[in-house]
């Protein structure tokens, strides 16, 4: 295939992340055009964008659940859509692996144009599977203990009250701009101590792929790497910096200090940073612009929330449920097996839909309804399931409560007044643009 062929057309250049602009190239490639796409293909990005996903995951959950779909621009995939079939696929790690040798934990595959030797991958625990994944989550585990959250807690809530006051009201501004993205900035600089002057760093680096003048996929991906090198340089740096002179409490003192870093190479655990950095990051941001669009969509959830904030902490699972911040993981099948009646192949591509879960009816009663009173609200699969689980959910459930609390205090609510852009791709699902006005209630 020619470098023409793989031309990026300037409007992709504003794709939100790497992800999102390689998805979409994929889905628009001449080479990928299916005549007769797929009913049930929910890889093409445009149905989130669109926000139309929810009649087609409750299609495929009504007819059972899995269903392959043979021809997508993302190749062949099953697609596992109830909350059943993805907690037990996920309870099988050895049979289901996320590591990177069997295709990693997206739909989308590693640009195939990037010769090995040109691919810089940093070692994340999150695309490993047992052993080496136990040994490599154990390092930053302690790190989000409900004793060091409470740590935490104090200049969490601190530095949200600083912001909220900091904002103008009944004037329209952009929640995702000036909060969810800020919040979610500042709540991973304060968890790694990170030089708060440098802290959007943070933000770049997960949202990289901005305004570049991105030609090929392969650049693209060169792209990406230089970023992953930038990082890798500052975390050395900050780390020798750390080991040599004096120590905190944050998560990469705490990692110094920690045997298990004895059996970790520099890569590893540069690897395992970019993970917590790139893992918080629009998936927190995601669920704070989610609970304002959420209130807005259900204005008698929000009045329940502002007659009666002990409903706080359920409102925060609700809402974590209800938007789903990552849509999918995927698995691949390390044997041939046998799945709620389907035969898998060995090398087969599983993709987890935690949004098609979420909105389970056999477990969520009228599952497309916020309802932040709902008793099992945090049965949702948003966190995914099993070894894997997320391992900052008590942080971003920290971050999440927190921005609830404040704006209770400051009896401040946000309604949505302007332009709501939501984020084209199936791996992330929110918002890059939610347009509000501050009220007091
Ligand atoms: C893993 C979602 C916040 C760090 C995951 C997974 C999901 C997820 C779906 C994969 C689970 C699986 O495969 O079963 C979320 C959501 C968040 C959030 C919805 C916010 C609402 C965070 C935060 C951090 C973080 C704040 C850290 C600062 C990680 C890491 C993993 C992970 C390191 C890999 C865990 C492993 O492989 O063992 N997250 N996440 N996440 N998340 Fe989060």
Known sequence: MTDQAHAYPGEYRSAPTAYAALSEYLENHPDHQLHHPHPFDVSRSDIYLEDRWQPIFAEMRAMGPLHYVDESPFRPHWNVVSHKAIAHVEALPDLFSSSWEYGGITILDRAEDVAPEEA????????????????????VSPAFTPTEMKRLEESIRRRTGALLDSLPISEQFDWVEKVSIELTTQMLAILFGFPWQDRHLLTYWSDWAGDTELATVRELDKLRQDILREMGSYFGQLWSDRAKGEQGKDLISMMIRSDSMNHMSPQEFIGNLVLLIVGGNDTTRNT???????????????????????????????????????????????????????????????????????????VFENPDQLDIRRENARRHLAFGYGIHRCVGARLAELQLRVLLEEMHKRRLHANVTGKVERTRANFVHGFRKLEVELKRF
């Open 120 to 139: 810089f991958e940093l070692p994340m625990f999150i695309a490993m599977d047992r052993p080496e994944h136990t040994a490599q989550r154990r390092t």
């Open 288 to 362: 704070m612009s989610g609970i304002v669009h959420a209130f807005h969509e259900f204005p008698e959830q929000r009045i329940a929330f502002e007659n009666d904030s002990s409903l706080i902490p359920n409102a925060v699972q609700e809402c974590i449920r209800y938007q789903t911040p990552l849509a999918h993981m995927r698995r691949t099948a390390t044997e041939d097996t046998e799945l709620f009646g389907k035969k898998i192949a060995k090398g087969d591509k599983l993709v987890l839909w935690y949004l098609s879960a979420n909105r389970d009816e056999e």
